[in-house]
């Protein structure tokens, strides 16, 4: 019933920025927060950052990404967005937006209910 669809990853050299979009269609649960983790290849899903409709985190930014990273959303066009500062290649991962299942959904995984099929962001050294 929803549709997320993540789109800006790509190849970047250490210290440049990556603006990541997701957008939502279909049963959107609009009012529920949004969220993005990271995966990288034999690594765990990395929870990155959420937002509520209201726009307010809501959990902190992991220490990984803490100062670089800027979550935002635009509810009227269905859309969240990643802003990358900074970039590392310890940030080199599959990127995913996913739908909370309340309103306030935060760093744990299984607190979504929708997944987009990921965007590759690979930093190079």
């Known amino acids: 019933q929803v549709q997320l669809v993540e789109s800006g990853g790509g190849l970047v050299q250490t210290g440049g920025s990556l603006r990541l979009s997701c957008a939502a269609s279909g049963r959107t649960f609009s009012r529920n927060a949004m969220g993005w983790f990271r995966q990288a290849p034999g690594k765990e899903r990395e929870f990155v950052a959420a937002v509520s409709w209201s726009g307010v985190r809501t959990s902190p930014y992991p220490n990984s990404v803490k100062g670089r990273f800027t979550i935002s959303r635009d509810n009227a066009k269905n859309m969240v967005y990643l802003q990358m500062n900074s970039l590392k290649p310890e940030d080199t991962a599959v990127y995913y937006c996913?739908?909370?299942?309340?309103?306030?959904?935060?760093?744990?995984?299984?607190?979504?209910?929708?997944w987009g099929q990921g965007t590759q962001v690979t930093v190079s050294s």
């Open positions: 996913a739908v909370g299942a309340t309103l306030y959904s935060g760093s744990d995984y299984n607190d979504y209910i929708a």
